[in-house]
Structures are given as structure tokens and as C-alpha cells.
């Protein structure tokens, strides 16, 4: 199956994409797969040989930030698992997949889940990667679809080592205005706990903010203490934090991300600007209709433009932050440029 990453700052549309594409009959929707993993850190982009127990815990043992998430009530729309009905409960841990991937295949998401925990237990060793495009391929084969897209949060951070263990994958890099993105991530759990946590990793020298531990909660600021156990999420949401330092994440995630996506072979390539689909849906959802290797279908052309709506706010205009963003603002410009330059050759 053709893979295909759509990869951005998070806060970008994403969601918006995963969920218009969810609804094209030919695409396998991997909403928010490997955000889903990535808090493991390094080992879920490792390219070693996983049997297929050691890949499924991979898939579904839990991950902590995502649990504190899944039972706060500051938690994301993004996360669609059906917390208090579903069977899976905070005290036992949600599988890692269950909260937004498999969710956003199926209407019974515990019912996949456990296909999945019969089946590929017994999948025999392999290369990591083709666990993931046999996990892939078995899902499209059960549920339909004939091309794979997974659409993460923040991917674009990891777009390297995406590439590094699928080659042969496409990329669409989906870009937003920075202010925009900044205030839509100053009021997400994840993003603000992401900047939190990573202000505690600096105190404490450590390597990863994944890395703290309970062991860490003594020797942290009491404003940071609560992140070495479990999070305090409305704490989380109520510590004060500058706009402007979202509009620094995300000018890092902008500047590097560029400069990786712009080393992608250029047949593997698309960029996408949040503000332009609002502006033509129609015709950017068929451009990466096409990009995708399926067929822009008219019926789910014309359904999925009347679907994207425009959020009109007030444009950020506070200097700090606009000149936060304006590194990652320079990187967008340049690669429209050299896209541009590409095009022409």
C-alpha cells in the first residue's frame, strides 16, 4: 500500500485533514498513529527486528502523559476514544492506540482492538518497519482502502526518522500562520504540557522530557514538581506560560522542519497551506487527492469542501510573539520558493 505522512507543527488543520480524509472510501486514515507512540521516545522509530509480541506492546501497552490526558477533563478533542463507556478505564491504562487511532476507524474501537490482540501477537520477526506497513496493509484489507495516510500532531519533528524507516513514503507538509498556530497551542494540554515538561527536562540536565521520573519531584521548582508523577492536567492548563513561547516552538518545529522536508526527493513532496484549502478547498483536497495515488471521487470532493470551515479570530498581534514566529515564517517563504523553483526545472 502507497504510505503517505502529512506532516506539520500540530495545530495546523491536521485534524481537520484526518478527518476529511477518514471519509474518502479509499484511504486507510492513520489519525494521530504515531503521536499515539511517541512518547516511548526513540524505540518506536527504532529500525530493529520486533516478533510479533514485542510489536504489539509497542502498540498497546499505555503510555503515561496520554493516560493523565484520557482521564483529566482538560484532555483534547483530538483523543475520541469512548472514555466511560468504553471498557478500557485510567486505573488499568489505555492502550496507546486506542486513544485516537483505532477510534478513528471504527465505531468499536475495543472490538478492533481485540482482533488486533489475537492477531498480531503471532505475526513472526521482523524489520520494525514491516511490522508497521503489514499492520498497515491488514487493516486496509479489513476495513478498506487502498492507500495509507497517517496524520500526527507535531510530526514534522520526527519527519527524518519517518523517512528513515519508510523510504518509499510520501510527504505532505501542511503548513499554518505561526501566530495562529501559537494561540491554538497555548490552549491544548498537549502543547503546553510539552513546554512544561521540557522546561523541567532543562532544569534537570536530562536528555528527553520523557525521562522524569518520580524520583525527580524533589529537586524541581514547585511549579514543575507535579510533572514527575502523575500530571496534574488542570494545573497544567492553568500555569501561566507567554504566547510567545509557543510561537518559539513553534518557529523550532518551522526552521528545521523545512530544511528536512526540502531534502525529501521531489516526486515525494507536497506542501499544503492550511489558510489556501480554506480559501479553494476543492481544489487543494483534489491536488492531494491526486498526490495520494487515489481519485479526488466527486461525491467526497464536493462533501469534504462543504466540510472545511473557516474559524475567523481576531490575528494575533502581540510584537513578542509575532517576532517569535517570524524565523519560522522566513523557513515557509523560502520554501515556497525553492518548491516554486523546483516546479519550473
Known amino acids: 500500500m502507497t504510505i503517505t505522512f502529512i506532516v506539520g507543527t500540530g495545530r495546523c488543520g ?20 504515531f503521536t499515539s507512540l511517541a512518547a516511548r521516545g526513540n524505540e518506536v522509530f527504532q529500525q530493529r527486528a520486533l516478533d510479533g509480541s514485542e510489536f504489539w506492546s ?28 468504553g471498557r478500557f478505564r485510567p486505573e488499568d491504562g489505555f492502550p496507546a492506540i486506542s486513544h485516537m487511532a483505532l477510534p ?40 478498506g482502502g487502498s492507500v495509507v495516510v497517517e496524520r500526527s500532531g507535531a510530526s514534522l519533528a520526527y519527519l527524518p526518522a519517518l523517512y528513515a524507516l519508510f523510504p518509499e513514503a510520501r510527504f505532505v507538509h501542511l503548513s499554518r500562520s505561526g501566530p495562529a498556530c501559537a494561540l491554538s497551542m497555548s490552549r491544548h494540554i498537549a502543547f503546553r504540557s510539552l513546554l512544561l515538561r521540557t522546561e523541567a527536562m532543562t532544569f534537570l540536565q536530562l536528555a528527553s522530557p520523557f525521562d522524569i521520573t518520580a524520583a525527580h519531584a524533589a529537586d524541581l521548582p514547585e511549579h514543575l514538581s507535579h510533572l514527575a508523577g502523575d500530571v496534574d492536567c488542570e494545573r497544567v492548563m492553568r500555569t501561566a506560560i507567554p504566547l510567545a513561547a509557543f510561537g518559539h516552538l513553534w518557529s523550532q518545529i518551522t526552521t528545521q522542519g523545512v530544511e528536512d522536508f526540502l531534502r525529501l526527493p521531489p516526486d515525494h513532496r507536497m506542501a499544503l ?54 524565523p519560522g515564517t522566513r523557513a515557509l517563504e523560502h520554501q515556497t520558493r525553492v518548491l516554486a523553483t523546483t516546479a519550473q526545472t
Request: hydrophobic share 40%; net charge negative.
Open 58 to 85: 509497542l502498540l498497546a501497552d499505555p503510555t503515561p502523559p496520554f493516560g493523565a490526558f484520557a482521564a483529566s477533563a482538560c484532555r483534547s478533542a483530538e483523543m475520541i476514544y469512548p472514555y466511560g463507556s
Open 14 to 33: 491536521s485534524t481537520m485533514f484526518s478527518r476529511v480524509l477518514q471519509a474518502h472510501p479509499d484511504v486507510l486514515s492513520m489519525n494521530e498513529f
Open 273 to 326: 497551506s492550511y489558510e489556501h484549502v480554506l480559501d479553494a478547498p476543492e481544489h487543494h483536497l483534489g491536488q492531494l487527492a491526486d498526490f495520494l495515488g487515489t481519485k479526488p471521487d466527486p461525491q467526497w470532493l464536493h462533501e469534504a469542501a462543504a466540510s472545511v470551515i473557516r474559524n475567523d479570530r481576531p490575528p494575533v498581534t502581540d510584537p513578542e510573539t509575532l517576532h517569535a514566529c517570524a
Open 104 to 143: 478513528a476507524l471504527t465505531p468499536d474501537p475495543d472490538a478492533l482492538y481485540d482482533h488486533l490482540a489475537e492477531t498480531v501477537p503471532a505475526w513472526p520477526r521482523r524489520p520494525a518497519a514491516d511490522q508497521y506497513r503489514a499492520l498497515f496493509a491488514h487493516l486496509g484489507q479489513r476495513l
